[in-house]
T-cell receptor, first 111, second 109 residues
Framework: TQLLEQSPQFLSIQEGENLTVYCNSSSVFSSLQWYRQEPGEGPVLLVT?????EVKKLKRLTFQFGDARKDSSLHITAAQPGDTGLYLC???????????FGPGTRLSALP | NAGVTQTPKFRILKIGQSMTLQCTQDMNHNYMYWYRQDPGMGLKLIYYSVGAGITDKGEVPNGYNVSRSTTEDFPLRLELAAPSQTSVYFCASYSGGYTFGSGTRLTVV
């Protein structure tokens, strides 16, 4: 049983399309992070959200933390082939607690 | 600025063999971690360390051992390799976010 669920598991879209991926849990998290992982490499941190309802933008990527701090979403506007990768969310249940990772959403943005 | 460096990048082991996965970081981070990544399963925590001389088990520690004699180095030891240990292993350090190495792809045959 996964503490964090991510959906969809796979997503294939055309360049220029918009998309949203989701990270859900029944647990409350003190903070949540999103990572992107490219083939043959380790995950790279994109953002950290800590406040319920918080929205952060990183160029064409918009991250939202749910009001109850149990879920999060990542929206990509006008996807580009460079957005291709595995998107992982990771949640911490308390200050100083280790993060638990979701299984990831594998995105293919085709030219 | 190398960040987190893992060696080797690839390795094939026979059942029952042992090996050490090396990990070193140059950011002076106290927190270091070892994860394994299997398809569709995300990252599972094997062991972690909050500083030199201190280590603790994560979610899936069986079959592995670690040591932390210095802040920089956090090697992972596999004793008596089993096919279930076929995976991609990532070392990471933490300071506000994880910095991961590029991984070791291990196959046990």
């Amino acid at each position: 049983t996964q503490l964090l669920e991510q959906s969809p598991q796979f997503l294939s879209i055309q360049e220029g399309e918009n998309l949203t991926v989701y990270c859900n849990s029944s647990s409350v998290f003190s903070s949540l992070q999103w990572y992107r992982q490219e083939p043959g490499e380790g995950p790279v941190l994109l953002v950290t959200v800590v406040t319920g309802g918080e929205v952060k933008k990183l160029k064409r990527l918009t991250f939202q933390f749910g009001d109850a701090r149990k879920d999060s979403s990542l929206h990509i506007t006008a996807a580009q082939p460079g957005d291709t990768g595995l998107y992982l969310c990771a949640g911490a249940r308390g200050y100083g607690q280790n993060f638990v990772f979701g299984p990831g959403t594998r995105l293919s943005a085709l030219p | 600025n190398a960040g987190v460096t893992q060696t080797p990048k690839f390795r094939i082991l026979k059942i029952g063999q042992s090996m050490t996965l090396q990990c070193t970081q140059d950011m002076n981070h106290n927190y270091m971690y070892w994860y394994r990544q299997d398809p569709g399963m995300g990252l599972k925590l094997i062991y972690y360390s909050v500083g030199a001389g201190i280590t603790d088990k994560g979610e899936v520690p069986n079959g592995y051992n670690v040591s932390r004699s210095t802040t920089e180095d956090f090697p992972l030891r596999l004793e008596l390799a089993a096919p279930s240990q076929t995976s991609v292993y990532f070392c990471a350090s933490y300071s506000g976010g994880y910095t991961f190495g590029s991984g070791t792809r291990l196959t046990v045959v």
